[in-house]
C-alpha cells in the first residue's frame, strides 16, 4: 500500500483526536496552575487543525487524483474519532448534554455500520449534501463548546437535527435504490 498525501493527513487526524481528547479531559487536571481558558485554547486550536485536515484530505485526493481503498476506510474514521473525542470529553465537562451527544453517537456507529451493508450491496456511499452540513455544524458546536461560547448548546441540539435528517437520508436512498433494482 503506497501512502499519499490525502491518507497521511487522514492518519495525522487520527493522531489529533487523541490529543483532543486528552487536552479535554486530562491536560487541565494534570497542569492544576494553567487556567481553563488556556487549555480550551490549546484544545480548540487542535481540534481546528484537524478539522482543516479533514477539507484537505479530500480536496487533494480528489483534486490529485488519489483517492483510494484505504482512504476510503480511514477517512471516515478518522472523522468519527475525532468527533467522538470531542462529544465524549465535552459530556465528561459537562458542556455537552448526554442525550444530544447520545442520539449523534448512535446515529454516527448506525450509519458506519449501515454503510458496510450499502458498499456490499453496490450502493453510492459518498456523503449527501445533508451529510457535509450535518458535519460542519458538528465541527462549529464542538469548536463552540470547546471554548464553552455562548450558543454552544443551541448548535449541539441544531447538530442533532442536521445528524438524524442526515441518517434518515442514507436510509432512505438505499431503501429507494433497492427498490429500483427490484430487490426490496
Given amino acids: 500500500m503506497m501512502m499519499n498525501l490525502p491518507n497521511l493527513l487522514a492518519i495525522f487526524r487520527v493522531f489529533l483526536a487523541f490529543l483532543f481528547f ?15 481558558s488556556w487549555v480550551n485554547y490549546f484544545a480548540a486550536l487542535v481540534f481546528v487543525i484537524a478539522s482543516v485536515t479533514d477539507f484537505f ?18 477517512d471516515p474514521l478518522a472523522d ?12 465528561y465537562l459537562g458542556r455537552a448534554n448526554e442525550w444530544a451527544v447520545y442520539l449523534i453517537l448512535i446515529r454516527e456507529f448506525f450509519i458506519t455500520g449501515f454503510r458496510v451493508i450499502m458498499v456490499s450491496d453496490n ?8 451529510g457535509k452540513v450535518k458535519t460542519v455544524f458538528q465541527m462549529i458546536a464542538i469548536g463552540f463548546l470547546t471554548m464553552d461560547w455562548f450558543g454552544g448548546d443551541i448548535l449541539l441540539w441544531i447538530s442533532v437535527i442536521l445528524t438524524l435528517y442526515s441518517g434518515y437520508e442514507y436510509v432512505n436512498g438505499y431503501i429507494k435504490e433497492m427498490r429500483n433494482r427490484g430487490q426490496i
Fill in 57 to 74: 484530505d479530500g480536496y487533494i485526493a480528489r483534486s490529485w487524483n488519489q483517492i483510494t481503498k484505504f482512504g476510503a476506510i480511514i
Fill in 80 to 91: 468519527k474519532m475525532l468527533t467522538l473525542a470531542g462529544f465524549l470529553g465535552l459530556m
Fill in 123 to 130: 450502493v453510492d456511499v459518498a456523503a449527501s449534501m445533508a
Fill in 22 to 36: 486528552f487536552l479535554l479531559v486530562n491536560f487541565g487536571a494534570m497542569f492544576p496552575n494553567i487556567h481553563q
